[in-house]
Protein backbone atom coordinates (compact mmCIF):
# COMPACT_ATOMS: atom_id res chain seq x y z
CA UNK A 1 0.00 0.00 0.00
CA UNK A 2 1.40 3.09 -0.52
CA UNK A 3 2.41 5.68 1.96
CA UNK A 4 0.84 9.19 1.73
CA UNK A 5 1.49 10.44 5.05
CA UNK A 6 3.33 13.46 5.40
CA UNK A 7 6.57 13.63 6.67
CA UNK A 8 6.86 14.25 10.43
CA UNK A 9 9.09 17.85 11.54
CA UNK A 10 11.49 15.61 13.11
CA UNK A 11 12.29 13.99 9.88
CA UNK A 12 11.97 16.36 7.31
CA UNK A 13 14.58 17.32 4.52
CA UNK A 14 14.92 19.08 1.70
CA UNK A 15 12.67 16.85 -0.44
CA UNK A 16 10.52 16.41 2.75
CA UNK A 17 8.78 19.60 3.03
CA UNK A 18 5.66 20.19 5.21
CA UNK A 19 4.09 20.45 1.93
CA UNK A 20 5.35 16.86 0.14
CA UNK A 21 4.17 13.65 0.88
CA UNK A 22 6.70 10.19 1.57
CA UNK A 23 5.48 8.90 -1.47
CA UNK A 24 7.11 11.55 -3.11
CA UNK A 25 10.37 11.18 -2.13
CA UNK A 26 10.74 7.54 -0.67
CA UNK A 27 9.97 4.19 -1.37
CA UNK A 28 6.44 2.53 0.60
CA UNK A 29 6.57 -0.15 2.44
CA UNK A 30 5.54 -2.44 -0.20
CA UNK A 31 9.02 -1.56 -1.29
CA UNK A 32 10.60 -4.72 -1.82
CA UNK A 33 14.32 -4.22 -2.41
CA UNK A 34 16.60 -5.61 -0.26
CA UNK A 35 18.90 -3.32 2.31
CA UNK A 36 22.30 -5.20 2.32
CA UNK A 37 24.76 -2.27 2.30
CA UNK A 38 26.23 -3.18 5.51
CA UNK A 39 25.11 -6.03 7.50
CA UNK A 40 24.02 -4.63 10.81
CA UNK A 41 22.56 -7.75 11.55
CA UNK A 42 25.62 -9.36 12.30
CA UNK A 43 26.27 -11.16 15.32
CA UNK A 44 29.47 -12.20 17.63
CA UNK A 45 30.38 -14.61 19.75
CA UNK A 46 32.94 -13.08 22.47
CA UNK A 47 35.15 -15.58 24.44
CA UNK A 48 36.93 -14.93 27.69
CA UNK A 49 38.56 -16.34 30.79
CA UNK A 50 34.62 -17.22 32.49
CA UNK A 51 33.19 -18.62 29.69
CA UNK A 52 31.83 -16.89 26.23
CA UNK A 53 28.28 -14.67 25.82
CA UNK A 54 26.26 -13.26 22.21
CA UNK A 55 26.82 -9.71 21.09
CA UNK A 56 23.81 -8.68 19.18
CA UNK A 57 23.50 -5.78 16.69
CA UNK A 58 22.14 -3.03 19.18
CA UNK A 59 25.23 -3.63 21.26
CA UNK A 60 28.33 -1.07 20.90
CA UNK A 61 30.88 -3.85 20.44
CA UNK A 62 28.68 -5.12 17.81
CA UNK A 63 29.44 -1.91 15.75
CA UNK A 64 33.00 -2.04 17.04
CA UNK A 65 33.48 -5.25 14.81
CA UNK A 66 33.20 -2.80 11.71
CA UNK A 67 36.18 -0.70 13.04
CA UNK A 68 39.36 -2.80 12.98
CA UNK A 69 41.67 -0.45 14.14
CA UNK A 70 39.94 0.00 17.38
CA UNK A 71 39.19 -4.37 17.57
CA UNK A 72 42.51 -5.13 16.99
CA UNK A 73 43.85 -3.23 19.62
CA UNK A 74 41.56 -4.31 21.97
CA UNK A 75 42.06 -8.01 21.12
CA UNK A 76 45.83 -7.43 21.71
CA UNK A 77 45.12 -6.55 25.10
CA UNK A 78 45.42 -10.30 26.89
CA UNK A 79 44.81 -8.29 30.37
CA UNK A 80 42.80 -5.25 30.18
CA UNK A 81 43.23 -3.23 33.18
CA UNK A 82 39.30 -3.67 34.24
CA UNK A 83 37.80 -2.91 37.69
CA UNK A 84 36.84 -6.41 38.82
CA UNK A 85 33.32 -6.77 40.01
CA UNK A 86 33.28 -9.05 43.55
CA UNK A 87 30.71 -11.46 43.77
CA UNK A 88 28.77 -8.88 46.11
CA UNK A 89 27.94 -7.01 43.01
CA UNK A 90 25.58 -9.40 41.78
CA UNK A 91 21.41 -9.38 42.53
CA UNK A 92 21.03 -10.95 45.71
CA UNK A 93 18.94 -12.95 44.34
CA UNK A 94 21.59 -14.68 42.55
CA UNK A 95 24.28 -14.86 44.91
CA UNK A 96 23.16 -18.05 47.15
CA UNK A 97 21.31 -15.61 49.58
CA UNK A 98 20.11 -17.32 52.93
CA UNK A 99 16.56 -17.68 52.94
CA UNK A 100 16.69 -19.55 56.08
CA UNK A 101 15.76 -16.93 57.99
CA UNK A 102 12.70 -17.72 59.62
CA UNK A 103 9.56 -15.05 59.46
CA UNK A 104 10.34 -13.42 63.21
CA UNK A 105 13.91 -12.86 62.31
CA UNK A 106 13.00 -10.84 58.56
CA UNK A 107 10.17 -8.79 61.02
CA UNK A 108 13.37 -7.80 63.12
CA UNK A 109 14.83 -6.40 60.46
CA UNK A 110 12.36 -3.51 60.49
CA UNK A 111 13.32 -0.40 61.87
CA UNK A 112 11.68 1.74 64.16
CA UNK A 113 8.02 2.56 63.02
CA UNK A 114 9.65 6.93 63.04
CA UNK A 115 12.57 5.83 60.71
CA UNK A 116 10.47 3.68 58.77
CA UNK A 117 7.62 6.95 57.92
CA UNK A 118 11.05 8.87 56.54
CA UNK A 119 12.08 6.24 54.91
CA UNK A 120 8.59 5.91 53.32
CA UNK A 121 8.45 9.62 52.46
CA UNK A 122 11.60 9.80 51.23
CA UNK A 123 10.64 7.43 48.37
CA UNK A 124 7.25 9.37 47.45
CA UNK A 125 8.74 12.95 47.45
CA UNK A 126 12.18 12.08 45.64
CA UNK A 127 11.36 11.73 42.05
CA UNK A 128 14.80 10.80 39.34
CA UNK A 129 13.36 9.73 35.86
CA UNK A 130 16.67 7.21 35.60
CA UNK A 131 15.25 4.94 38.84
CA UNK A 132 11.59 4.44 37.71
CA UNK A 133 10.19 3.27 41.20
CA UNK A 134 7.79 5.87 41.77
CA UNK A 135 5.29 5.30 39.38
CA UNK A 136 5.38 1.57 40.52
CA UNK A 137 2.97 1.95 43.51
CA UNK A 138 -0.44 4.02 43.93
CA UNK A 139 0.20 6.22 46.83
CA UNK A 140 -3.10 6.21 48.75
CA UNK A 141 -3.29 2.38 48.31
CA UNK A 142 -0.23 1.84 49.95
CA UNK A 143 -0.17 4.10 52.65
CA UNK A 144 -3.17 2.35 53.34
CA UNK A 145 -1.72 -0.92 53.46
CA UNK A 146 1.42 0.65 55.01
CA UNK A 147 -0.81 1.82 58.35
CA UNK A 148 -2.54 -1.86 58.45
CA UNK A 149 1.09 -3.23 58.23
CA UNK A 150 2.28 -1.42 61.34
CA UNK A 151 -1.37 -2.05 62.98
CA UNK A 152 -1.02 -6.00 62.74
CA UNK A 153 2.99 -6.64 62.25
CA UNK A 154 1.92 -10.34 63.25
CA UNK A 155 -0.48 -10.73 60.02
CA UNK A 156 1.32 -9.18 57.87
CA UNK A 157 2.71 -11.07 54.47
CA UNK A 158 6.18 -11.66 53.29
CA UNK A 159 5.30 -9.96 50.10
CA UNK A 160 4.21 -6.49 51.83
CA UNK A 161 7.45 -6.71 53.98
CA UNK A 162 9.28 -7.59 51.07
CA UNK A 163 7.70 -4.52 49.19
CA UNK A 164 8.59 -2.35 52.44
CA UNK A 165 11.98 -3.51 52.30
CA UNK A 166 12.42 -1.92 48.50
CA UNK A 167 10.90 1.07 48.93
CA UNK A 168 13.65 1.71 52.39
CA UNK A 169 16.02 0.82 50.05
CA UNK A 170 15.00 2.55 47.00
CA UNK A 171 14.53 5.85 49.74
CA UNK A 172 18.69 5.22 50.91
CA UNK A 173 19.87 5.02 47.45
CA UNK A 174 18.16 8.16 46.20
CA UNK A 175 20.18 9.93 48.68
CA UNK A 176 23.55 8.73 47.62
CA UNK A 177 22.54 9.35 43.79
CA UNK A 178 21.58 13.09 45.35
CA UNK A 179 23.97 14.14 47.44
CA UNK A 180 21.96 15.30 50.43
CA UNK A 181 22.63 12.70 52.74
CA UNK A 182 20.89 13.83 56.07
CA UNK A 183 23.58 14.84 59.00
CA UNK A 184 22.38 12.00 61.26
CA UNK A 185 22.91 9.29 58.44
CA UNK A 186 25.91 10.71 56.48
CA UNK A 187 28.33 7.36 55.32
CA UNK A 188 25.65 5.38 56.61
CA UNK A 189 23.14 5.63 53.63
CA UNK A 190 24.78 3.36 51.09
CA UNK A 191 25.64 0.13 53.82
CA UNK A 192 21.68 0.36 55.13
CA UNK A 193 20.20 0.42 52.08
CA UNK A 194 22.20 -2.95 50.81
CA UNK A 195 20.85 -4.22 54.11
CA UNK A 196 17.23 -3.88 52.93
CA UNK A 197 18.02 -4.93 49.68
CA UNK A 198 19.22 -8.34 50.97
CA UNK A 199 16.16 -7.94 53.02
CA UNK A 200 13.42 -7.82 50.49
CA UNK A 201 15.26 -10.55 48.35
CA UNK A 202 15.01 -12.91 51.18
CA UNK A 203 11.51 -12.20 51.70
CA UNK A 204 10.96 -13.05 48.03
CA UNK A 205 12.77 -16.20 48.72
CA UNK A 206 11.09 -16.65 51.68
CA UNK A 207 7.63 -16.64 50.20
CA UNK A 208 7.70 -18.51 47.26
CA UNK A 209 9.23 -15.95 43.59
CA UNK A 210 6.78 -17.41 41.85
CA UNK A 211 3.31 -16.47 43.90
CA UNK A 212 0.68 -15.07 41.62
CA UNK A 213 -0.33 -11.83 43.85
CA UNK A 214 -0.34 -8.24 43.31
CA UNK A 215 1.73 -7.57 46.01
CA UNK A 216 4.44 -10.13 45.32
CA UNK A 217 4.93 -8.63 41.86
CA UNK A 218 5.38 -5.66 43.29
CA UNK A 219 7.72 -6.03 45.95
CA UNK A 220 9.34 -7.63 42.71
CA UNK A 221 9.81 -5.20 40.27
CA UNK A 222 11.04 -2.97 43.22
CA UNK A 223 13.18 -5.11 44.11
CA UNK A 224 14.95 -4.88 40.37
CA UNK A 225 14.65 -1.35 40.44
CA UNK A 226 16.70 -1.38 43.94
CA UNK A 227 19.64 -4.00 41.93
CA UNK A 228 19.23 -1.70 38.97
CA UNK A 229 19.80 1.41 40.79
CA UNK A 230 22.58 0.25 42.64
CA UNK A 231 26.27 2.50 43.18
CA UNK A 232 29.19 1.54 40.39
CA UNK A 233 29.34 -0.93 37.67
CA UNK A 234 26.18 -2.92 37.81
CA UNK A 235 26.37 -7.03 37.08
CA UNK A 236 24.30 -6.05 33.77
CA UNK A 237 23.52 -9.54 32.70
CA UNK A 238 22.48 -10.78 35.81
CA UNK A 239 19.96 -8.03 36.17
CA UNK A 240 18.99 -8.88 32.99
CA UNK A 241 18.04 -12.22 34.09
CA UNK A 242 16.27 -11.24 37.14
CA UNK A 243 14.14 -9.12 34.65
CA UNK A 244 13.37 -12.27 32.90
CA UNK A 245 11.70 -13.80 35.92
CA UNK A 246 9.67 -10.34 36.19
CA UNK A 247 8.33 -10.66 32.36
CA UNK A 248 7.52 -14.60 33.23
CA UNK A 249 5.86 -13.69 36.59
CA UNK A 250 3.88 -10.84 34.91
CA UNK A 251 3.32 -13.42 31.81
CA UNK A 252 2.16 -15.84 34.52
CA UNK A 253 -0.40 -13.42 36.19
CA UNK A 254 -1.88 -12.17 32.46
CA UNK A 255 -0.28 -8.42 32.50
CA UNK A 256 0.36 -8.83 28.86
CA UNK A 257 -2.79 -8.42 27.60
CA UNK A 258 -5.25 -5.43 28.15
CA UNK A 259 -7.38 -5.83 31.03
CA UNK A 260 -10.15 -4.70 29.06
CA UNK A 261 -10.35 -8.69 28.01
CA UNK A 262 -11.25 -9.48 31.52
CA UNK A 263 -14.40 -8.40 33.05
CA UNK A 264 -13.55 -9.85 36.43
CA UNK A 265 -11.81 -6.93 37.34
CA UNK A 266 -12.19 -3.29 38.46
CA UNK A 267 -11.92 -0.22 36.76
CA UNK A 268 -8.65 0.20 39.41
CA UNK A 269 -6.85 -2.68 39.15
CA UNK A 270 -7.38 -2.30 35.29
CA UNK A 271 -5.66 0.82 35.38
CA UNK A 272 -3.00 -0.37 37.58
CA UNK A 273 -2.28 -3.08 35.45
CA UNK A 274 -1.77 -0.84 32.51
CA UNK A 275 0.84 1.17 34.87
CA UNK A 276 2.61 -1.47 35.95
CA UNK A 277 2.70 -3.68 32.57
CA UNK A 278 4.47 -0.65 31.08
CA UNK A 279 7.08 -0.12 33.25
CA UNK A 280 8.19 -4.24 32.70
CA UNK A 281 7.78 -4.04 28.76
CA UNK A 282 9.66 -0.71 28.70
CA UNK A 283 12.68 -2.25 31.45
CA UNK A 284 12.49 -5.37 28.70
CA UNK A 285 13.40 -3.29 25.51
CA UNK A 286 16.06 -0.87 26.76
CA UNK A 287 17.76 -4.21 28.21
CA UNK A 288 17.11 -5.92 25.07
CA UNK A 289 18.67 -2.87 23.24
CA UNK A 290 21.69 -2.35 25.53
CA UNK A 291 22.45 -6.39 25.26
CA UNK A 292 22.18 -6.59 21.58
CA UNK A 293 19.67 -9.71 22.60
CA UNK A 294 16.17 -10.56 21.75
CA UNK A 295 13.03 -8.67 23.73
CA UNK A 296 11.11 -11.17 25.81
CA UNK A 297 8.00 -9.23 24.68
CA UNK A 298 7.49 -9.11 20.81
CA UNK A 299 4.67 -7.09 19.92
CA UNK A 300 2.77 -10.25 18.89
CA UNK A 301 2.57 -11.19 22.21
CA UNK A 302 1.28 -7.95 23.90
CA UNK A 303 -2.27 -5.52 23.58
CA UNK A 304 -1.79 -3.88 26.55
CA UNK A 305 -2.96 -0.42 25.85
CA UNK A 306 -1.10 2.99 27.43
CA UNK A 307 -2.41 4.01 31.03
CA UNK A 308 -4.40 6.75 30.79
CA UNK A 309 -3.24 10.53 31.82
CA UNK A 310 -4.79 10.81 35.24
CA UNK A 311 -3.32 12.66 38.48
CA UNK A 312 -3.22 9.85 41.18
CA UNK A 313 -5.90 11.36 42.96
CA UNK A 314 -8.28 10.69 40.29
CA UNK A 315 -7.69 6.89 41.31
CA UNK A 316 -9.16 4.48 44.01
CA UNK A 317 -10.23 1.50 44.45
CA UNK A 318 -13.91 1.90 44.70
CA UNK A 319 -14.28 3.90 41.81
CA UNK A 320 -17.26 2.79 39.36
CA UNK A 321 -15.37 3.36 36.04
CA UNK A 322 -12.48 5.38 34.94
CA UNK A 323 -12.72 8.87 34.16
CA UNK A 324 -11.51 9.53 30.51
CA UNK A 325 -7.20 10.87 30.06
CA UNK A 326 -6.85 13.93 30.11
CA UNK A 327 -4.97 15.44 26.84
CA UNK A 328 -2.05 14.92 26.23
CA UNK A 329 -0.38 18.33 27.08
CA UNK A 330 -2.04 18.65 30.74
CA UNK A 331 1.39 17.36 32.47
CA UNK A 332 0.59 14.82 35.05
CA UNK A 333 2.78 12.15 36.83
CA UNK A 334 2.37 9.32 34.27
CA UNK A 335 2.98 12.15 31.57
CA UNK A 336 6.71 10.85 31.17
CA UNK A 337 5.69 7.37 31.13
CA UNK A 338 2.86 7.69 28.09
CA UNK A 339 5.46 9.62 26.18
CA UNK A 340 8.55 7.02 26.91
CA UNK A 341 5.53 3.90 25.61
CA UNK A 342 5.36 6.23 22.78
CA UNK A 343 9.06 6.60 21.94
CA UNK A 344 9.72 2.87 22.61
CA UNK A 345 7.20 1.70 20.67
CA UNK A 346 9.56 2.14 17.93
CA UNK A 347 12.56 1.26 19.42
CA UNK A 348 11.08 -2.09 19.97
CA UNK A 349 10.69 -2.50 16.44
CA UNK A 350 14.18 -1.27 15.74
CA UNK A 351 15.28 -4.33 18.57
CA UNK A 352 13.00 -7.23 16.54
CA UNK A 353 13.74 -5.91 12.92
CA UNK A 354 17.87 -6.40 14.48
CA UNK A 355 17.74 -9.64 15.84
CA UNK A 356 15.19 -10.34 13.06
CA UNK A 357 16.72 -13.17 10.27
CA UNK A 358 14.68 -11.97 8.20
CA UNK A 359 15.80 -9.34 5.31
CA UNK A 360 14.26 -5.73 5.61
CA UNK A 361 13.25 -4.02 2.64
CA UNK A 362 13.83 -0.39 1.91
CA UNK A 363 10.17 0.20 2.48
CA UNK A 364 10.36 -1.06 6.23
CA UNK A 365 13.20 0.81 7.31
CA UNK A 366 11.53 3.77 5.90
CA UNK A 367 8.48 3.19 7.36
CA UNK A 368 10.19 2.64 10.90
CA UNK A 369 11.78 5.91 10.38
CA UNK A 370 8.95 7.71 10.39
CA UNK A 371 7.08 5.87 12.86
CA UNK A 372 10.33 6.76 15.70
CA UNK A 373 9.80 10.45 14.32
CA UNK A 374 6.18 10.33 14.58
CA UNK A 375 6.47 9.32 18.16
CA UNK A 376 8.87 11.79 18.95
CA UNK A 377 6.83 14.89 17.22
CA UNK A 378 3.76 13.48 19.88
CA UNK A 379 5.69 14.11 22.68
CA UNK A 380 3.80 16.89 24.76
CA UNK A 381 5.90 20.77 24.65
CA UNK A 382 6.49 20.39 28.04
CA UNK A 383 8.82 17.24 27.64
CA UNK A 384 10.50 18.35 24.80
CA UNK A 385 14.19 20.10 25.39
CA UNK A 386 14.28 23.44 25.17
CA UNK A 387 16.39 26.94 24.82
CA UNK A 388 17.33 27.76 28.29
CA UNK A 389 15.72 30.78 28.43
CA UNK A 390 12.49 28.78 28.27
CA UNK A 391 13.64 26.09 31.01
CA UNK A 392 15.65 27.97 33.49
CA UNK A 393 13.11 27.39 36.13
CA UNK A 394 11.49 24.34 35.27
CA UNK A 395 12.10 21.85 37.93
CA UNK A 396 15.42 19.33 37.57
CA UNK A 397 13.61 16.71 37.00
CA UNK A 398 11.20 17.76 34.38
CA UNK A 399 14.80 18.92 32.28
CA UNK A 400 15.94 15.20 32.84
CA UNK A 401 13.23 13.68 31.45
CA UNK A 402 13.73 15.59 28.29
CA UNK A 403 16.73 14.32 28.20
CA UNK A 404 15.74 10.74 28.23
CA UNK A 405 12.65 11.20 25.85
CA UNK A 406 15.52 12.69 23.21
CA UNK A 407 17.71 10.01 24.01
CA UNK A 408 15.78 7.04 23.28
CA UNK A 409 14.94 8.46 20.03
CA UNK A 410 18.28 9.18 19.17
CA UNK A 411 19.72 5.61 20.09
CA UNK A 412 17.13 3.74 18.22
CA UNK A 413 17.78 5.67 14.91
CA UNK A 414 21.25 5.29 15.10
CA UNK A 415 20.84 1.51 15.20
CA UNK A 416 18.07 1.91 12.28
CA UNK A 417 20.05 4.00 9.97
CA UNK A 418 23.38 2.45 10.46
CA UNK A 419 23.69 0.29 8.09
CA UNK A 420 23.55 3.54 5.31
CA UNK A 421 26.42 4.96 6.82
CA UNK A 422 28.48 3.67 4.00
CA UNK A 423 26.20 3.45 1.45
CA UNK A 424 27.31 5.31 -2.09
CA UNK A 425 24.84 8.35 -2.43
CA UNK A 426 23.07 7.18 -5.36
CA UNK A 427 21.67 4.18 -3.14
CA UNK A 428 20.02 6.26 -0.91
CA UNK A 429 18.94 9.00 -2.66
CA UNK A 430 14.99 7.92 -2.10
CA UNK A 431 15.61 7.80 1.36
CA UNK A 432 15.19 10.57 3.75
CA UNK A 433 18.49 10.77 4.43
CA UNK A 434 18.87 8.09 6.26
CA UNK A 435 22.96 8.24 6.94
CA UNK A 436 22.18 12.03 7.91
CA UNK A 437 19.72 10.67 10.35
CA UNK A 438 22.57 8.52 11.82
CA UNK A 439 25.07 10.88 12.26
CA UNK A 440 22.56 13.03 13.84
CA UNK A 441 21.60 11.08 16.33
CA UNK A 442 25.17 9.96 17.30
CA UNK A 443 26.05 13.81 17.76
CA UNK A 444 22.53 14.13 19.68
CA UNK A 445 23.55 11.51 22.21
CA UNK A 446 26.52 12.94 22.99
CA UNK A 447 25.23 15.96 23.51
CA UNK A 448 22.93 14.52 25.93
CA UNK A 449 25.69 12.92 28.23
CA UNK A 450 27.42 16.24 28.07
CA UNK A 451 23.41 17.89 29.35
CA UNK A 452 23.49 15.29 31.81
CA UNK A 453 27.22 15.78 33.12
CA UNK A 454 26.13 19.50 33.18
CA UNK A 455 22.99 18.69 35.21
CA UNK A 456 25.17 17.17 37.56
CA UNK A 457 23.42 13.74 36.91
CA UNK A 458 25.21 10.84 38.15
CA UNK A 459 24.52 8.85 34.61
CA UNK A 460 27.91 6.96 34.55
CA UNK A 461 26.37 4.92 37.29
CA UNK A 462 23.46 3.05 34.97
CA UNK A 463 24.93 0.60 32.29
CA UNK A 464 21.70 1.60 29.96
CA UNK A 465 23.29 5.47 29.85
CA UNK A 466 26.89 3.94 29.69
CA UNK A 467 25.85 1.72 26.51
CA UNK A 468 24.16 4.48 24.56
CA UNK A 469 26.71 7.57 25.10
CA UNK A 470 29.53 4.28 23.85
CA UNK A 471 27.33 3.43 20.87
CA UNK A 472 27.37 6.95 19.88
CA UNK A 473 30.96 7.59 20.26
CA UNK A 474 31.95 4.33 17.98
CA UNK A 475 29.34 5.19 15.33
CA UNK A 476 30.96 8.53 14.85
CA UNK A 477 34.55 6.78 14.96
CA UNK A 478 33.43 4.44 12.32
CA UNK A 479 31.87 7.69 10.33
CA UNK A 480 35.18 9.15 10.32
CA UNK A 481 37.12 5.59 9.75
CA UNK A 482 34.59 5.09 6.39
CA UNK A 483 34.98 9.29 5.25
CA UNK A 484 38.65 8.25 5.18
CA UNK A 485 39.23 5.60 3.50
CA UNK A 486 36.37 7.35 0.71
CA UNK A 487 39.37 9.83 0.37
CA UNK A 488 42.26 7.62 -0.04
CA UNK A 489 40.30 5.27 -2.44
CA UNK A 490 39.34 8.44 -4.97
CA UNK A 491 42.75 10.36 -5.02
CA UNK A 492 45.30 7.22 -4.04
CA UNK A 493 47.05 9.16 -2.01
CA UNK A 494 47.80 8.30 2.03
CA UNK A 495 48.37 12.00 2.81
CA UNK A 496 44.40 12.38 1.68
CA UNK A 497 43.61 10.55 4.68
CA UNK A 498 43.70 13.30 7.29
CA UNK A 499 41.83 16.36 5.08
CA UNK A 500 38.73 16.73 7.63
CA UNK A 501 36.11 18.82 6.08
CA UNK A 502 33.30 20.88 8.57
CA UNK A 503 31.78 17.70 9.50
CA UNK A 504 34.35 15.46 10.85
CA UNK A 505 35.84 18.49 12.85
CA UNK A 506 32.15 18.39 14.18
CA UNK A 507 32.12 14.75 15.24
CA UNK A 508 36.07 14.97 16.38
CA UNK A 509 34.92 17.90 18.35
CA UNK A 510 32.04 16.00 19.99
CA UNK A 511 33.96 13.11 20.49
CA UNK A 512 36.88 15.25 22.38
CA UNK A 513 34.02 16.74 24.97
CA UNK A 514 32.96 13.02 25.40
CA UNK A 515 36.37 11.81 26.26
CA UNK A 516 36.77 14.46 29.13
CA UNK A 517 33.20 13.60 30.64
CA UNK A 518 34.29 9.59 30.36
CA UNK A 519 37.92 10.54 32.07
CA UNK A 520 36.14 11.61 34.84
CA UNK A 521 34.46 8.38 35.76
CA UNK A 522 37.94 6.03 35.16
CA UNK A 523 38.25 5.22 38.65
CA UNK A 524 34.84 3.85 39.20
CA UNK A 525 34.02 2.58 35.60
CA UNK A 526 34.81 0.00 33.46
CA UNK A 527 32.64 1.53 30.50
CA UNK A 528 34.80 4.70 31.28
CA UNK A 529 38.03 2.69 30.98
CA UNK A 530 37.04 1.23 27.84
CA UNK A 531 35.76 4.74 26.26
CA UNK A 532 39.32 6.59 27.09
CA UNK A 533 41.03 3.99 25.58
CA UNK A 534 39.08 3.53 22.69
CA UNK A 535 39.84 7.10 21.86
CA UNK A 536 43.23 7.13 22.14
CA UNK A 537 43.74 4.27 20.22
CA UNK A 538 41.34 6.40 17.37
CA UNK A 539 43.33 9.65 18.05
CA UNK A 540 46.66 7.75 17.39
CA UNK A 541 45.30 5.48 14.24
CA UNK A 542 43.35 8.70 12.99
CA UNK A 543 45.53 11.17 13.35
CA UNK A 544 43.03 13.29 15.02
CA UNK A 545 43.85 17.36 14.68
CA UNK A 546 44.37 18.63 18.85
CA UNK A 547 41.47 19.62 20.65
CA UNK A 548 42.36 23.23 20.85
CA UNK A 549 41.54 24.25 17.23
CA UNK A 550 38.51 25.63 15.76
CA UNK A 551 36.24 22.63 14.96
CA UNK A 552 32.95 25.08 15.32
CA UNK A 553 31.49 22.94 18.68
CA UNK A 554 32.82 24.27 22.19
CA UNK A 555 34.52 21.99 24.52
CA UNK A 556 33.45 20.47 27.34
CA UNK A 557 33.62 22.84 30.65
CA UNK A 558 34.93 20.68 33.63
CA UNK A 559 32.81 20.09 36.45
CA UNK A 560 34.32 22.15 38.80
CA UNK A 561 33.90 25.35 36.97
CA UNK A 562 30.41 26.87 37.04
CA UNK A 563 28.30 25.65 34.00
CA UNK A 564 24.93 26.88 32.68
CA UNK A 565 22.34 24.26 32.13
CA UNK A 566 21.63 21.68 29.72
CA UNK A 567 18.74 23.21 28.16
CA UNK A 568 21.22 26.23 27.23
CA UNK A 569 22.72 23.77 25.07
CA UNK A 570 20.17 22.07 23.35
CA UNK A 571 17.37 22.31 21.31
CA UNK A 572 15.27 20.49 19.04
CA UNK A 573 16.70 22.25 16.06
CA UNK A 574 20.02 22.23 16.91
CA UNK A 575 20.50 19.09 18.68
CA UNK A 576 19.32 17.48 15.21
CA UNK A 577 22.21 19.67 13.84
CA UNK A 578 25.17 18.66 16.33
CA UNK A 579 26.27 21.91 16.72
CA UNK A 580 27.12 24.94 19.11
CA UNK A 581 23.71 26.10 20.68
CA UNK A 582 22.77 29.55 22.01
CA UNK A 583 23.53 30.02 25.23
CA UNK A 584 27.06 27.54 24.89
CA UNK A 585 30.40 29.77 25.51
CA UNK A 586 31.74 28.98 21.72
CA UNK A 587 35.03 28.32 20.67
CA UNK A 588 37.06 31.45 20.13
CA UNK A 589 37.01 31.82 16.05
CA UNK A 590 40.77 31.94 14.75
CA UNK A 591 40.60 35.00 13.17
CA UNK A 592 39.67 38.09 15.05
CA UNK A 593 37.54 38.21 18.78
CA UNK A 594 34.80 36.98 19.44
CA UNK A 595 31.67 39.51 20.75
CA UNK A 596 28.31 37.58 18.79
CA UNK A 597 26.61 35.04 17.10
CA UNK A 598 23.99 35.96 14.55
CA UNK A 599 21.30 33.40 16.10
CA UNK A 600 18.38 34.63 14.13
CA UNK A 601 20.26 34.35 10.53
CA UNK A 602 21.62 30.76 11.77
CA UNK A 603 17.67 30.13 12.43
CA UNK A 604 17.31 31.53 9.26
CA UNK A 605 19.62 29.77 7.03
CA UNK A 606 19.05 25.98 8.85
CA UNK A 607 15.49 26.25 7.38
CA UNK A 608 17.24 26.59 3.73
CA UNK A 609 17.60 23.58 2.04
CA UNK A 610 21.63 24.39 1.41
CA UNK A 611 22.13 23.97 5.17
CA UNK A 612 20.99 20.33 5.60
CA UNK A 613 23.61 19.22 3.16
CA UNK A 614 26.03 19.00 5.77
CA UNK A 615 28.15 21.22 8.26
CA UNK A 616 28.60 24.34 6.81
CA UNK A 617 30.83 26.80 7.55
CA UNK A 618 29.25 29.34 10.55
CA UNK A 619 31.56 32.30 9.64
CA UNK A 620 29.66 34.12 8.15
CA UNK A 621 27.53 34.17 11.92
CA UNK A 622 29.92 35.04 13.63
CA UNK A 623 31.06 39.30 14.96
CA UNK A 624 34.40 39.94 15.02
CA UNK A 625 35.42 43.15 17.34
CA UNK A 626 38.16 44.58 20.10
CA UNK A 627 36.18 43.53 22.71
CA UNK A 628 38.15 41.42 25.30
CA UNK A 629 35.38 40.34 26.90
CA UNK A 630 34.64 36.88 25.50
Given at each position: ???????????????????????????????????????????????????????????????????????????????????????????????????????????????????????????????????????????????????????????????????????????????????????????????????????????????????????????????????????????????????????????????????????????????????????????????????????????????????????????????????????????????????????????????????????????????????????????????????????????????????????????ATCMLNRRFLNTPEEHQSNLPRPRDLCIQSALSLLRIQVGFHRERNKWFRFHLSRHDFLLAAVILFLILGNKRQHRIARTGREADANAYDDEDLALIRALYQSREIWAEHTAASNDAQTACRMFDRMKERFQLPSADMNMGMPLYAPSSQTVPNVDMLISEADTNMGIATPGQEPII??????????????????????????????????????????
Amino acid sequence: MAQTSTVPASMQTPESSPDNKLSEFSPASSDSRPVADLDTRKASLVKNATGQHFIGASHWEAVLQDLAVIKDHFEEQQEPQYLSIPDSRNPALLSGISCELSKADLMDGLPSKEFSDRLISRFFDTYDPAVPSRQLLHKPTFMKDYAAFWVNLEQASLSSLGKIFSVYCLALQSYDRQDDEPLDLRGMTIDLSETYRKRSAQCLLKSNISTPSRHHLEAFLLYGVSEYARVGDEAVVAQWFILGMMVRKAFHMGYHRDPDEFPNLSPFEKEMRRRLWAHVWQIDTLYSFALGLPSSVSKSRSNVASPRNLFEEELHEDMAELPPSRPAEVMTPISFTIAKLNILRGLSAVVDHLNSLEEHTYGQIVEMNQQLAEALDSVPQFLRIKPWEESATDPKPLRLQRLQIRMFYDKATCMLNRRFLNTPEEHQSNLPRPRDLCIQSALSLLRIQVGFHRERNKWFRFHLSRHDFLLAAVILFLILGNKRQHRIARTGREADANAYDDEDLALIRALYQSREIWAEHTAASNDAQTACRMFDRMKERFQLPSADMNMGMPLYAPSSQTVPNVDMLISEADTNMGIATPGQEPIIPTTGQYTDFDWTGWEAAFENPAMNEGFDDLSAFWTFGNSTNV
